[in-house]
């Protein structure tokens, strides 16, 4: 069964500095692989998606990420963070293997914190 | 284009009473979805629907009752509620393209306090 580990339950930075949420996974097929964004009291919203194309993928509002087949991880980062990213953050997987109905398992989600 | 859209937005029961939670997605999409979220534990999905007048259990659907008569529509009920599902509970929808996978649009939520 497929599985996502988000290993920073809070990650704190300054305005400015670069950000670095961490994400591995488990799956015993091909995974597609989503970063999803939360602000507070709002829905989830797609930040961006793997799907087997290229590995480095960028997304909305500068975010990027790398799937490392090798090392089972999808680190999303930032190289400037700003006051608006403040909010929960999602990896999630989807097993590609199934005929129709995609099963998406979310991690525990890390928040980000952004001083000034 | 409203997107995914969930009614109401908050609610207080009582144990042992009932309600319907609606979602509603303007977007043509054939799969919906009904997910809970917990401090601590991302998303469950509760239950799920691929099209029009089918549903199917997720991974926590006990005390949980859906329906999708309308394509647009897919409603949550909750028939006793318990304490225990104190939630936010977020609707979801994707179109259907094969093995691709396409992205899930959530809506805003609806926070759930039962007493």
């Known amino acids: 069964a497929q599985s996502v580990t988000q290993l920073d339950s809070h990650v704190s930075v300054s305005e400015g500095t670069p950000v670095l949420l961490r994400c591995n996974y488990s799956?015993?097929?091909?995974?597609?692989l989503f970063w999803y964004v939360q602000h507070p009291n709002k829905g989830l919203q797609l930040l961006l998606k793997?799907?087997?194309?290229?590995?480095l993928v960028k997304g909305i509002n500068g975010f990027e990420a790398e799937f490392k087949k090798s090392e089972t991880s999808f680190h999303l980062t930032k190289p400037s963070a700003h006051m608006s990213d403040a909010a929960e953050y999602f990896c999630?997987?989807?097993?590609?293997?199934?005929?129709?109905?995609?099963?998406?398992?979310f991690g525990t989600g890390t928040r980000l914190l952004v001083s000034p | 284009n409203a997107g995914v859209t969930q009614t109401p937005k908050f609610r207080v029961l009582k144990t042992g009473q009932s309600m319907t939670l609606l979602c509603a997605q303007d977007?043509?999409?054939?799969?919906m979805y009904w997910y809970r979220q917990d401090p601590g534990m991302g998303l469950r999905l509760i239950h799920y629907?691929?099209?029009?007048?089918?549903?199917a259990k997720g991974e926590v659907p006990d005390g949980y009752n859906v329906s999708r008569l309308k394509k647009q529509n897919f409603l949550l009920g909750l028939e006793s509620a318990a304490p225990s599902q104190t939630s936010v509970y977020f609707c979801?929808?994707?179109?259907?393209?094969?093995?691709?996978?396409?992205?899930?649009?959530f809506g805003p939520g609806t926070r759930l306090l039962v007493l």
């Open positions: 977007m043509n999409h054939e799969y």
């Open positions: 629907s691929v099209g029009e007048g089918t549903t």
């Open positions: 793997y799907t087997s194309a290229a590995t």
């Open positions: 979801a929808s994707r179109k259907w393209e094969g093995l691709i996978q396409e992205t899930q649009y």
């Open positions: 799956s015993s097929y091909s995974p597609s």
């Open positions: 999630v997987v989807s097993d590609k293997k199934d005929t129709g109905f995609q099963k998406l398992v």
